[in-house]
């Protein structure tokens, strides 16, 4: 059975793994051999270091030893209890198990064990507690070594996934590399065999080291190969050059009632000779909440205009385009493309909606402002030749071909994003981009004042919150949740009885209790599109004081009257996402304030503290990065895109190297279909679509 395994061979046909515990295997995901090889271990424990009995210090240890005198009881309350002593030649000690009635039957005399667990204090004798043992082999699995630990489900321990990986080790030591023979030579990696097993099951720590190199190395080159092989691609296509005209763009600046800044007119500047060359740009302009992308956009697209094709902007929420729309309408009415501008969004009516489709079929309607929907819309769009995206970071193959086929050839797209990508992650993940960073924000600008307030002092925080409200200024309330039933999946966490943290239980709090006498609303992602608007509406309008809301206000909500941003649960979000939700306030003359109220009064993380000093939203998101990884920043970004397991986005060496051998895979001009693993996986990157 063993000989004629293969990758896909069902976990049935392992020994010991019966229909039952194949279903068991199949919660976690695991079917086949492939699964099982594929599902790394969550941590190890490290047993590998053996002591003798008389050595053993208090702590995880591993003994050989015999196993005698075990026997089972029960103790009160029903408890049962194994005793069992272990002894080696220098000496004996306790081994106690609780709850493993089977444990003294399945030992067995005169034979030698190895044996694992923690060594402490039970009683006021040091034993060794629910010891895991095993009998002494060449190649011990669950004692004696470095043992994986993995996701577990009820009814199938790590246990029995050690014993299915070790059927599984022909397989693993078959399996055939996937990386060109001279990458691996040059970068000195492990084969690809030996890295996997080494993972499950590894030799020592430095084995393991080598074997999370070259799988991490492994990921970032794919990523970045798949990359900068959709920036190769996208430079054979052809789009219409838009040549540049100063006179142009004289004239949208001179309607301003502000001055670009630096930032600004180096970053149009870049967009003007992208789009003045006959291939497609593909540039994306990274700036904090408040840089003034969208007035970056707009002149780009007034050059479009001009040349007499059409412009599309799509936003991520029905809510932002409505706004966006309103902009760019103030923005070109004084240019005489005043009734040029039209939307497209899901909630109109489907009359509205159909007259948009053909003002923008006859090119009435020159530009176009809606959601990421837009493409995917019947809407008819021959003279397209700019796309401006808003917070989207990246245009998978999928939403590129279908906007090909709409417009008749590639567009040049724009992106726009506050969500401020540290370098290393731009560069392994929108390789295929060029990048503009607006840097510096319009002058004049007050800081945002950022406070952690403990949930002891909530009762101050809403008398400073009054005085403000008073004054005519408004809040957001931003909480994690937007409601009770959403926390039977966050049981776990801390202070959750005590503090509210979803949306519809503060508002109810806030408007029936603590701000009665307010004009309180509530905005969360279930509601209807409809709904949303009018909500949003009423607090621009001024008929709101409070809007208690998720996240779904995150993104580009402009309301320069609000002054205060209340961040419930902060210690939930992450730096990035915190960052950008202050960022919706102190966008008007009044100082801004943001509270970051913790679930309990506890001392505030270094995280929070850095949300206090800092309000340069890329130091943040390196932080971010460093301090919890990548997803932090990963939950802003799309999924699919960064499905990196073992590398870690900090480790600058790692990704330089894997970047250089990515580009050198290129400049060989290798061919990627005589690397059948490589050639699927850069294929599913280059198809991720995130539209959703
Ligand atoms: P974001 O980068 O977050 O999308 P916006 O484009 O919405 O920022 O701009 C934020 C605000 O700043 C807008 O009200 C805009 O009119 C204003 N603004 C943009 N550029 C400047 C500038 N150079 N000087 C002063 N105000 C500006
Ligand atoms: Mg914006």
Redesign the pocket.
Known sequence: MISRMTLDTRLTGLKGIGPAVAAKFAVLGLRTVADLIDNYPRRYDDYSQLSSISKLKPGSVTIRAIITNAKGSYARRGMHITNAVAEDDSGSVRLIWFNQPYRAAAIKPDQEYYISGNFELSHQRLSIMNPTVELVSDFPVNTARIVPIYRETKGLTSRQIRAALEQAMPAIRALPDTLPVWLIKKQKLMSRAEALEMMHFPRDGAALERARDRLGFEEVFVLTLAALRNKYEMQLEQAPAVPFLESVAREFVSHLP????DA?RATTWQIFQDIGKPQPMNRLVE?D???????VAAMAAVMVLHHNHQVALMAPTELLARQHAETIQRLLTPLGYGDKIGLLVGGMKTAQKQAARDHIASGDIRFIVGTHALIQDSVDMTRLELVIIDEQHRFGVGQRGALQSKAGHMPHVLSLT?TPIPRSLALTLYGELDISILGDK?AGRSEIITKIVSPNSRAQLYTEVEAELAAGRQMFVVCPLISESALAFAKDMPGLKTQPVSAEEMYERLSKKDFKHRRVGLLHGKMKPADKNDIMQQFVERKLDILVSTTVIEV?V?VPNASIMLIEGAERFGLAQIHQLRGRVG?GVDQGYCYLMTTESIAPSRRLRALERSTDGFKLAELDLELRGPGAIYGTLQHGDLDLRVASLTDSILIAKARAAAQEFIDRDEDLLQYKHLKTQVQHLSAVTNLN
């Open positions: 502000f001055k670009l800044t600004q700036g909440v408040g840089s003034g992308k969208t007035v506050a319009p580009g402009d966008r």
